[in-house]
Nanobody, 129 residues
Framework: EVQLQASGGGTVQVGGSLTLSCATS????????IGWFRQAPGKGREGVSC????????IYADSVKGRFTISSDNAKNTVYLQMNSLKPEDTAVYYC??????????????????????WGQGTLVTVSS
């Protein structure tokens, strides 16, 4: 059974930093991507960043480029999202999810939430001014 567990959320002041973790288990896919998404109050879910399991390549949403960094520790089956220079508009519930590459022609790097099949529960990040 595929499982994802996001953690590390909390309250931080504007300009502060947080690191989110996504611990995974039960992954048996040859090639997959782990993505981070967020959903602010009253808004839709949007892609933040994702990282390919095969080559470590990553992409970011324009809104977080230069501030967020995604990384993976394959030995721990965990993906991290380092968030720096946080802004009030970063306040959201953050989710991690898995895209299985090759399924229905899916390519490795995507921030389209509909390309992701497996989802973890969210972790709340609040940036206070």
């Amino acid at each position: 059974e595929v499982q994802l567990q996001a953690s590390g959320g909390g309250t931080v002041q504007v300009g502060g930093s947080l690191t989110l973790s996504c611990a995974t288990s039960g992954l048996t896919f040859d090639d997959f991507t782990i993505g981070w998404f967020r959903q602010a109050p009253g808004k839709g879910r949007e892609g933040v960043s994702c990282i390919s399991s095969s080559d470590g390549n990553a992409i970011y949403a324009d809104s977080v480029k230069g501030r967020f960094t995604i990384s993976s520790d394959n030995a721990k089956n965990t993906v991290y999202l380092q968030m720096n220079s946080l802004k009030p508009e970063d306040t959201a519930v953050y989710y991690c999810a898995i895209l299985v590459v090759g399924t229905a022609g899916l390519r490795p790097l995507s921030l389209n939430l509909y390309d992701y099949y497996y989802w973890g529960q969210g972790t709340l990040v609040t940036v206070s001014s």
